[in-house]
C-alpha cells in the first residue's frame, strides 16, 4: 500500500443506504478509514429498511432498531468534523451518491475524490467494460479479504483501488504525489464523459459511434435522465456533449 506522506488527511468511506434515491433514502451502515483509525456503525434510518435494500446489504430493521439515528449518535459531530476540515479528503467510488446522503445528515466535506470518474479518465482507449468498484476490484485482480455490498468492506477494496488510481496518474503524468492527488480532486469535481454503453439496443458501442448513426436515441435517453436526474449527472453531461447542447 502506498503510504500518505500527504499534508491533507486521505479518509476512504462508503455508506450503506435504504436505497439508491438519494432525495428519499438514508444512511443506515457507514465505515471510514485513515491511515491510523477504522470505524464502521449502524444506524437506524428515518424510513425503513426495504427487503430489496436488505437482499443487497444484509442489513435488516431488526439489527438497527436499537441503533441510534445516525445525527444523534455519539460520533456524528467527530465525523462531521473530520470530514469537514479544510485539510481532510474524502474519498468515496462514485462520490456524488455518497455525498448526496451525507449531505442530508448536514455533512459537507471539503474535498473529495471519487475514483469512479478517475478511473474513468485513466480508461482513455475504453478498454474498462464497467466501472462499478466490485467489477474493478476482479478486473484489476485487486486481491483482499471484503465483503461485497458491507460499507467497511467496500471501504478495504475502495483504499486497495485508489493505490492504484494514484500510482498510475503519478506514472503516467510525471507528478509527485501531491500533485496527483491535487490532480484527482479536479477530475472528480467535474461531470466526466461516458465512453460505451454497456446495455440497451447499443450495448458495447461507443457513444461517439452512436451520436453519428442515430441521434434520436441520445435525444430521447438525454429526455429521459433530465426527467429523473438523480446520480445521472455524467450521463447528462455525456449526452449533452454530443449533442452540442453543453452550455
Not at 468498484?133 to 485487486?142: K, S
Request: proline residues 4%; contains cysteine; hydrophobic residues 40%.
Amino acid at each position: 500500500m502506498i503510504e500518505y506522506q500527504y499534508m491533507r488527511k486521505v479518509i476512504f468511506f462508503d455508506t450503506e443506504t435504504t436505497g439508491n434515491e438519494p432525495k428519499k433514502d438514508f444512511v443506515c451502515q457507514l465505515a471510514y478509514k485513515t491511515s491510523d483509525q477504522t470505524f464502521c456503525e449502524l444506524y437506524k434510518p428515518l424510513i425503513p429498511i426495504p427487503p430489496e435494500a436488505s437482499a443487497i446489504t444484509h442489513i435488516t430493521n431488526k439489527m438497527v432498531a436499537d441503533k441510534p439515528l445516525f445525527k444523534e449518535s455519539d460520533n456524528y459531530e467527530i465525523i462531521k468534523s473530520l470530514f469537514e476540515n479544510p485539510n481532510s479528503v474524502v474519498v468515496a467510488h462514485n462520490a456524488k451518491f455518497d455525498l448526496a446522503i451525507i449531505d442530508k445528515e448536514g455533512i459537507k466535506p471539503a474535498n473529495f475524490i471519487c475514483t469512479l470518474r478517475v478511473a474513468r479518465y485513466l480508461d482513455k482507449e475504453n478498454i474498462i467494460p464497467q466501472y462499478k468498484l466490485q467489477y474493478l476490484r476482479y478486473y484489476l485482480d485487486i486481491e483482499i479479504e471484503a465483503e461485497a455490498h458491507d460499507a467497511l468492506g467496500d471501504v478495504l477494496v475502495l483504499e486497495k483501488l485508489y493505490d492504484r488510481l494514484l500510482a498510475k496518474i503519478i506514472k503516467e503524468d510525471n507528478l509527485s504525489q501531491d500533485e496527483a492527488i491535487e490532480k484527482m480532486i479536479d477530475i472528480s469535481s467535474h461531470p466526466s464523459l461516458m465512453n460505451i454503453f454497456n446495455f440497451g439496443k447499443y450495448n458495447g458501442k461507443t457513444v461517439e459511434e452512436v451520436a453519428n448513426t442515430d441521434r434520436g436515441y441520445l435525444e430521447w435517453m438525454l429526455a429521459q435522465k433530465e426527467q429523473n436526474p438523480d446520480n445521472e449527472e455524467d450521463w447528462i453531461y455525456t449526452l449533452r456533449h454530443y449533442l452540442g447542447k453543453l452550455i
